[in-house]
């Protein structure tokens, strides 16, 4: 799928392809978020922990299929309405902030995404939607 090309679009539109549901790391998910989720979907924490979580750098992230995409993606996010932080913020994550070029390296897997646009651009629009909804930021 083409990327959208440079300056005929916003940044982001989101094509709802699921793209951003496979790999890229995984999905960090903090303990509230955890708790959340397992309550969603009918499991109690420890369960969900065991069965729908992995463990990445210390950190839990939410297991992948064996696709390779996160296991709530079912052609659509099946856990949209309790969805991770991570997955609320997406594009505008936190690795953008600390290096401009990660936006161009997960434009060329999303093809919501514009590439080609200029580092300060990034940099406006990643801080623009980050203060614009202050309840999409990361946790440390």
């Not at 902030?97 to 651009?121: T, Y």
């Amino acid at each position: 799928m083409p990327c959208l090309p440079p300056d005929s679009a916003p940044l982001f539109a989101c094509r709802m392809c699921g793209d951003c549901c496979q790999g890229y790391g995984g999905t960090f998910i903090d303990e509230e978020e955890m708790r959340a989720i397992a309550a969603y979907v009918g499991l109690d924490a420890e369960t969900f922990r065991r069965s729908r979580c992995q463990v990445s750098g210390g950190r839990l992230v939410l297991a992948q299929g064996e696709d390779g995409r996160c296991l709530f993606w079912d052609r659509l996010c099946t856990i949209h309405a309790v969805k991770p932080a991570m997955c609320r913020a997406w594009p505008f994550i936190d690795a953008i902030l600390k290096d401009v070029a990660n936006w161009e390296q997960m434009a060329s897997v999303c093809p919501g995404m514009r590439r080609g646009a200029s580092p300060e651009e990034v940099l406006h629009h990643v801080r623009q939607e980050r203060e614009r909804r202050p309840g999409n930021r990361l946790r440390p």
